[in-house]
């Protein structure tokens, strides 16, 4: 059996080679997520265990409980086994250099030298409270060099001008979400109350023992642990967001060994089809049907087996890649075994159910075939697994669209599971049902569009099956991308409510520098820009306050109509929710309130205008502050954004000018949209390099396919070339074919894709803020134009073999 397997392989391995290649791809995916998960959790250790890798033991202060002083680390250093004590502070302060002003960590390093845990790679430790060092990466992005003197800007302490004294080989990159690094001496941090104390002990001394008697002699607010122990909790809280990752990445594998799944079927399907005269000479010779079937699945056994063999090697390879671009093999390469065993055997038990129906079909050839020439037709019917799948993909939709009305998102997120398997298993017959048609419509038109439709109808079910790979593959980048442009639409939406302005620069007393206004006014992403007055004012049930004064066009583009439309009744002004409260009154009521110790009546709204210069102000018409309180202090600066402008090209220029002016602080919409976007297109940008392994084993399916058809269709093929069909007619034929297929999967996978990025994208932000429905035609037509894309280059070889087909084949026996 083994034998006669191995022969058939070898009489026509490329007729296998799509077999082949889906497998390696998947199992690809899956070891490469395999080492991936392993190296990246090594390298998170790293991460987290440096700081502490020069230390024995660590206490901890717990940060509710009142603050013990910044000498507290002296009771730590009393302990008669610890040598040495080094505080651990960070500080998140504003880096101004003349082109960039930009987010900062400060750390402190120790002191020393034996509690120190990187090395230098130029210049010289920090000794005063004016020096830091810097890491490499962050010297790097900032055109920073040692010898550098740099500003760094704190709420508390305000500027401070430092000196970059040295570069550090840290070895990684900080997982803070910061890109920019300093490392300051204790002096740095003098006055202030440490988090962490790290310790080391005399030699010879157990750092459990020093744990325990500290512990009987510090406060309880307290706590020492040994720096093995605070490494392990570290590492393990960094592990939650990369088993996250592994999860995303596990999935995306499954739905690749999916699209496998459905191509190696279809492939076997095809091929014994081919092969159905032999099948049924060998039951004629008395192969029963045990042996036929074992016969196929000896194959799928082989084929799987080397593509699962070859997919993991390289899988190895492929994820300590990802994680070295992620900077995560701080601690090499990690090869979890049992995982790597895992994917291959599921590269295996893949390839073996994938091929067990046709198998099963091909053992029920009966012997008599042996005397047939003609090739069978490959229908569709309608079958009970197809009424199933009917009927949860109607309970799904239901259930998904219940669920978004009502706004239950797990029976939301239970519909769309539902409904995905319900696709499953009743796609393929709907799709049979629209090749029918496309053949109908091909028919009018005759010739070559005729003929590719004609030989669709013939081979319906491994046409549909192919379809239904790139439905797969194309539906879920649809709905990624649905759900990134409605995500988009929803962050815009929250934040126009919450920040009425785009940008918003302050400064802490006086006026905005008026180089600083014609910078703002510069930007041509911003449609408005004016500096309104502002003045400090006592206002009784709020205290003193910062009052703006806007005129009537910044009040309307900026959703204060109400403000703007102020006429001869009592003047407005827009407070703050809590603002309102204090008051102890309803929006839209008249109050009397008494300004610097004079009595007036507003009538009070609340607005998001009165948050965006980052504190709770008050704002009313410029032409009502200049009546309550002379004066020409202009302290901030707002500006509208122009529909569709570029918000990372405003943000670059908001950042270049907050560099140039370190006076001054930016609020507004622009800042938190660019973190929330980021993230979001991270996480896009990802899946869709994910999906694209899908996409590509899809194509190989068609190209399959196509291929498998002609070597089937030769005598066919030959006999049109001899009624005087060309090659160009040839590879006509196959193109329309391919563009058939492509075209109905790129439909389907719209249709079923954008629904399920609304109801994913409503899953993540849903309960955050109100959903903004934003379908991406634009990208989705580009969906549209690859599937036609993809499926004629799935004819290029397919056409090179057809066109190659003399006219005198067809006169050839079978």
Do not use: K
């Amino acid at each position: 059996m083994l034998g006669y397997a191995w022969a058939q392989i070898l009489a026509h391995p490329a007729r296998l080679a799509a077999v082949l290649s889906a497998i390696v791809l998947g199992t690809l995916f899956l070891a490469a997520t395999a080492v991936f998960a392993a190296t990246s959790a090594a390298g998170l250790r790293v991460v987290a265990a440096a700081p502490l890798a020069a230390a024995d033991v660590v206490v901890d202060r717990d940060p509710r409980a009142p603050d013990p002083g910044a000498g507290w680390p002296a009771s730590v250093a009393e302990h008669p086994d610890v040598t040495a004590t080094a505080p651990i502070h960070a500080s998140t302060v504003q880096l101004v250099t003349d082109d960039i002003r930009a987010t900062t960590n400060v750390y402190s390093v120790s002191d020393h030298p034996r509690l120190r845990w990187f090395e230098l790679v130029e210049g010289e430790w920090p000794a005063d409270s004016d020096e830091v060092v810097a890491d490499a990466p962050t010297l790097e992005s900032s055109g920073l060099a040692v010898g550098d003197t740099v500003r760094l800007l704190s709420g508390d302490d305000g500027e401070t001008e430092v000196t970059v004294v040295g570069a550090a080989d840290i070895g990684f990159r900080p997982l803070t979400g910061v890109q920019y690094q300093f490392y300051a001496s204790e002096d740095f941090f003098t006055g202030e109350s440490p988090l962490s104390v790290t310790a080391r002990i005399a030699e010879g001394t157990s750092p459990e023992a020093v744990v325990e008697e500290l512990d009987a002699t510090l406060p309880g607010d307290l706590y020492p642990m040994t720096a093995e122990e605070q490494a392990d909790l570290a590492a393990d809280r960094f592990a939650g967001g990369s088993q996250q990752l592994e999860m995303i990445l596990l999935v995306f594998a499954l739905i690749a060994l999916l699209a496998a799944g459905l191509v190696i079927a279809n492939t076997f399907a095809i091929l014994l089809s081919q092969r159905r005269r032999d099948t049924a000479l060998l039951r004629l010779v008395g192969a029963d049907r045990s042996q036929v079937r074992n016969l196929v699945l000896t194959e799928a056994l082989i084929v799987g087996s080397v593509g699962s063999l070859t997919g993991v090697a390289a899988g190895v390879g492929a994820g300590y890649a990802g994680a070295s671009l992620m900077g995560l093999t701080g601690d090499g390469l990690h090869v979890s075994v049992p995982a790597l065993v895992g994917a291959l055997l599921t590269g295996v038990v893949t390839t073996l159910c994938a091929a067990w129906f046709p198998a099963r079909d091909a053992a029920s050839t009966a012997p008599v075939e042996a005397l047939r020439s003609a090739s069978p037709r490959s229908d569709v019917r309608f079958r009970p697994v197809h009424a199933v799948g009917l009927g949860l993909a109607v309970l799904g939709a239901v259930s998904m669209a219940a669920g978004m009305l009502a706004e239950n998102l797990p029976a939301a997120i239970a519909g769309g599971f539902l409904g995905a398997i319900g696709l499953l298993l009743f796609l393929r017959y709907a799709i049979s049902l629209l090749i029918g048609v496309a053949d109908r419509l091909l028919r009018h038109r005759g010739g070559i569009p005729a003929l590719a439709g004609a030989s669709l109808r013939r081979d319906t079910g491994r046409a549909a099956t192919a379809t239904l790979t790139l439905v797969l593959g194309l539906g879920l980048i649809a709905a990624l991308a649905t759900a990134a442009s409605t995500g988009r639409a929803t962050i815009d939406g929250d934040l126009g409510e919450r920040f009425p302005v785009d940008v918003s620069a302050r400064v802490d007393s006086g006026s905005v520098s008026p180089d600083t206004v014609d910078m703002v006014r510069d930007i041509e992403e911003l449609d408005l820009v004016e500096a309104p007055r502002t003045a400090r004012v006592v206002i009784e049930g709020l205290g003193e306050t910062t009052v703006v004064g806007v005129s009537p066009e910044l009040a309307r583009a900026a959703g204060g109509g109400v403000l703007a439309e102020d006429g001869a009744g009592n003047p407005v002004m827009l407070v703050s929710g809590d603002q309102l409260g204090a008051l102890g009154a309803e929006s839209g009521d008249a109050v009397d309130l008494t300004v610097d110790g004079e009595r007036h009546r507003f009538a009070v709204y609340v607005s998001a205008l009165a948050t965006a210069s980052g504190t709770p102000s008050p704002v009313v018409r410029e032409g009502v502050l200049d009546s309550l309180v002379p004066g020409d202090e202009r302290g901030l600066v707002w500006g509208i954004a122009a529909e569709g402008a570029d918000n990372d090209a405003l943000a670059e220029r908001m950042s270049r000018i907050a560099g140039a002016d370190p006076g001054i602080s930016l609020n507004g919409a622009l800042s938190e949209r660019g973190d929330l976007t980021e993230v979001l297109d991270v996480l896009v940008n990802l899946s869709l390099a994910m999906l694209l392994v899908t996409v590509l084993i899809s194509g190989l399916g068609v190209a399959n396919t196509l291929s498998l058809s002609v070597l089937e269709r030769t005598r066919e093929l030959a006999l049109l070339r001899a009624l005087g069909l060309t090659r160009a007619g040839l590879r006509g034929t196959l193109a329309v074919e391919a563009t058939v297929i492509a075209f109905l999967g790129a439909l389907l996978g719209l249709v079923a894709g954008v629904p399920y990025g609304l109801v994913g994208v409503n899953a993540v932000i849903g309960e955050t803020a109100p959903l903004v429905v934003a379908v991406p035609w634009s990208q989705l037509a580009l969906v549209l134009v690859a599937a036609l894309v993809i499926g004629l280059a799935a004819t290029l070889f397919p056409a090179r073999r057809a066109a190659r087909i003399a006219p005198a084949e067809g006169l050839s026996g079978d």
